[in-house]
């Protein structure tokens, strides 16, 4: 009686064992799917925004193709712009006729850009 209590002991803790394996395996498959997806959004979401910028460059360019030939200096600056500076260039467009223009109204963006780092650097030395 003794020994026929045990194995039922025995098979009760293999069976229970093999059941929290398997649900262990399916929660541990549910959280892969989890960050599968999560990785496959967030990777979306870079791929558009991305996308979106190469398109307002590309369309920049051709714009600017119209007015004179670029060359691949000029491509590669447009190229290397952030998307806030493809915006900037946007709103000027009408003023940039020449390559000596674009040029300029880059070297304005920088230097923009370099005079907020220095006003943010002694904002925080007067503090």
Partial sequence: ????????RM??????????ARMRMKYDEMDE?????????????KGV????????????K???RQKWELT???EKELDSL????????VQVLNRINTSEDLHE?????????HEAENIIQLSYTHD
């Fill in 72 to 74: 691949e200096s000029d």
């Fill in 105 to 113: 109204q880059l070297k304005k963006l920088s230097d923009s850009k």
């Fill in 62 to 64: 051709e714009l600017l």
């Fill in 1 to 8: 009686v003794i020994r026929m209590m045990e194995e039922k």
């Fill in 82 to 89: 952030n998307e806030a500076k493809v915006n900037q260039i």
């Fill in 11 to 20: 098979d009760f803790l293999k069976d229970t064992s093999y059941a929290i």
């Fill in 33 to 45: 799917k989890t960050v599968y997806k999560k990785g496959i959004k967030k990777g979306m979401r």
């Fill in 49 to 60: 925004k991305k996308g979106v910028k190469q398109g307002k460059i590309s369309l920049l």
